[in-house]
């Protein structure tokens, strides 16, 4: 039985489409720069840790220069004395050598055993200022420190860089601010043992001197049993907002003190300067606080274990257009959290630095947008934790570079046991990375391709942009090539008990049959075949007159029969070129074709009993 092998049939593949992969490619690329992930080109991964002499080192506060370089400042306990400490690093999270004693600076205050600096301030002339206090003399003291940009002492300070002051029995600075004029606000507690500590303000001048004209310059304030200071602002108007605690013997409320810019109480926020607010029955304080451009008063602090924000109208009254209320709340995981200090960044958005009580103790920050809800673009739900040790981590401060990326400066506690904590540092990415993205994609005729929700059918180039599943947008620039398919038809006749095959199909019956090849191109290739079956005695031709070629579409060889002797044959390309071109020389011939390309070819018989042409096609 004769059997004519026309075609194997190419079975197109079933690719990942193209989109689907280039997602997959873009949230691998942006992964490590999303925001709210640690960035991997600060120090080690994002991280670093300073540690002055093997014992306890915490940082307090943390500022930028305008160079880019990052300054830390806390305590450092050497020899059993309590330093003041300031580190400056490079923009890498590399130590500044040329910044003190290779990147690091250390004081006493008067000679003092015990020193607690809480505060820091990057002045505009580049000097460095200091804020805590100091055990002297038998009490606590106010006491700052003023540094040149090298980290020596400032002597146009107070004579030598440092000055003090007393007012009350115990004093303590927790935050300081700097007015226009150069002058600088202190914010903390003063009190005696009969009558606690209350909140207190002192104003100093420039050269370190206290200010006669703020009220001798010196005022407290009694707010409840017990009460203090924690954060500081100053208004464009020159009023002195002071926000922290009070306490009623049992738990404490959130507590605000607004003075004049001549230290008298200002009677117009909340009709006697003085608001407080109960956020649960429980512990809620206020520690850090900013005017903002509208001049409301955003507060940051603690809402018994949790995040609380709160804004306040000019007049001290809760602006409700912050989230309902003026409150908001964030939990990090069902455990004990602190936001310590906050930054407000160039989008409006509130960046909150603490810790929380979820892995032992791990760094925690916190992205909110304008209106208090959770910024989800940061770390995906608007939180961040950061673990160093393994056991307990502390965020304390924070500052935001030009670029957005956050610094956070805290205490890492390196052996779990209390007794050698040191600075911490990291920074983490903020914003998106710009993605631009360029793909050319080609598909067939009548299919369709989507980006970003855009479906194109026709060639050209289109630009998209999508939102990743990170949250992040990217441009997507296609460049689109739209090919044909091509169609075949071929007329076939064989006898009867004798079979075709195209593709995947035998055909031994008379008829009209359709199949489907996938072309060089990547496209369908259509090939129809009109057979006719002879009946009657079988492997003869059909008639003296037709050659029989095979396979079609053919690939690497052409089968001809039914030749005589002598027949002239050409092979034009599509073009009409002849690529071949012999004699038959038996009744049955075979031509290599594996040097020619795919595409259309015209077989042209030029036969001692006819003349005929035949339209052929080559595929992979």
């Known amino acids: ?62 500022a930028i220069q305008s160079d880019g370089k990052i300054l830390v400042a806390g305590e450092a306990y050497i020899n059993f004395l309590l330093h003041y400490a300031v580190v400056r690093l490079n923009p890498d999270g590399t130590l500044d050598n040329t910044f003190g004693d290779n990147g690091k600076f250390l004081t006493l205050i008067n000679g003092s055993q015990l020193n607690s600096l809480s505060c820091m301030i990057l002045q505009p002339d580049g000097k460095i200022l200091l804020g805590g206090s100091t055990f002297s003399e038998n009490r606590w003291q106010i006491a700052l420190v003023r540094l040149n940009s090298d980290a020596t002492l400032d002597a146009t300070f107070s004579s030598d860089g440092i000055a003090t002051h007393i007012y009350g029995s115990s004093d303590f600075c927790s935050a300081i601010a700097l007015q226009t004029d150069g002058k600088i606000i202190v914010a903390g507690s003063s009190g005696d043992p ?92 206020a520690t850090t606080i900013i005017q903002l451009s509208s001049g409301k008063l955003l507060v940051g602090g603690i809402s018994n274990t949790e995040f609380a924000l709160m804004r306040f109208n000019v007049n001290g009254t809760l602006d409700n257009t912050f989230s309902n209320d003026g409150i908001v709340k964030a939990d990090m995981n069902d455990s004990f959290d602190e936001l310590l200090d906050f930054a407000i960044d160039a989008e409006g958005r509130i960046v909150a630095v603490g810790h929380s009580l979820y892995n032992l103790y791990d760094i925690a920050v916190l992205r909110f947008n304008a209106n208090g809800t959770l910024d989800n673009l940061f770390s995906l739900d608007g939180k961040a934790t950061v673990d160093f040790s393994q ?30 904590n040191d600075f911490a540092i990291l920074r983490i990415e903020a914003n998106c990375p710009i993605i631009n993205t360029n793909q050319s994609i080609t598909i067939c005729d009548g299919e369709s391709v989507n980006v970003g929700g855009s479906v194109y059918t026709t060639a050209g180039n289109y630009s998209n942009t999508i939102t990743l599943p990170s949250g992040c947008d ?85 089968t001809l029969n039914n030749l005589m002797v002598g027949d002239h044959l050409v092979l034009l ?19 290599s074709t594996e040097m020619l390309a795919c595409g259309y070819y015209t077989l042209i018989h030029l036969g001692k009993r006819n003349t005929s042409a035949l339209k052929l096609m080559k595929t992979e």
């Open 474 to 558: 990217s441009t997507i620039n296609t460049s689109l090539t739209v090919l044909p398919n091509s169609s075949y038809s071929q007329n076939i006749t064989i006898n009867e008990g004798q079979s075709i095959t195209v593709g995947n199909n035998t055909y031994t019956t008379t008829g009209i049959y359709t199949d489907y090849f996938f072309s060089a191109n990547g496209c369908d290739s259509v090939v129809t075949t009109n057979l006719t079956v002879n009946t009657g005695i079988g492997n003869v031709a059909n008639s003296t007159n037709e050659i029989l070629v095979w396979p079609c579409p053919f690939t690497n060889y052409i």
């Open 1 to 62: 039985m004769l059997h004519l092998v026309l075609q194997k049939e190419f079975m197109k593949p079933t690719p990942i489409p193209a989109l689907i992969i280039l997602f997959i490619f873009l949230f691998n690329s942006t992964l490590n720069s999303q925001p709210g992930q640690l960035d991997l080109g600060f120090g080690n991964n994002g991280k670093v840790t300073l540690d002055f002499n093997l014992n306890n080192d915490e940082a307090r506060d943390i």
């Open 391 to 420: 056991t307990y981590d502390y965020g304390y401060g924070v500052a935001l570079q030009p670029d957005g990326k956050i610094v956070v400066a805290g205490v890492t506690d390196a052996t779990a046991s209390g007794n050698q």
């Open 573 to 591: 390309d599509g073009l009409g070129n002849k690529v071949i071109q012999f004699k038959a020389a038996s009744v049955q011939t075979i031509i």
């Open 194 to 285: 009969e009558q606690g500590q209350h909140f207190s303000v002192f104003r100093f001048n420039s050269n370190g001197t206290i200010d006669p004209t703020f009220g001798g310059g010196s005022h407290a304030t009694s707010v409840g049993i017990e009460s203090g200071a924690l954060g500081v602002a100053i208004q464009n108007d020159g009023k002195i907002v002071m926000t922290g605690r009070t306490s009623d013997g049992v738990y404490s409320d959130v507590a605000l003190v607004r003075y004049l810019a001549n230290g008298t109480i200002d009677n117009t926020f909340d009709s006697d300067g003085i608001r407080t607010l109960a956020l649960e029955p429980y512990e809620d304080y």
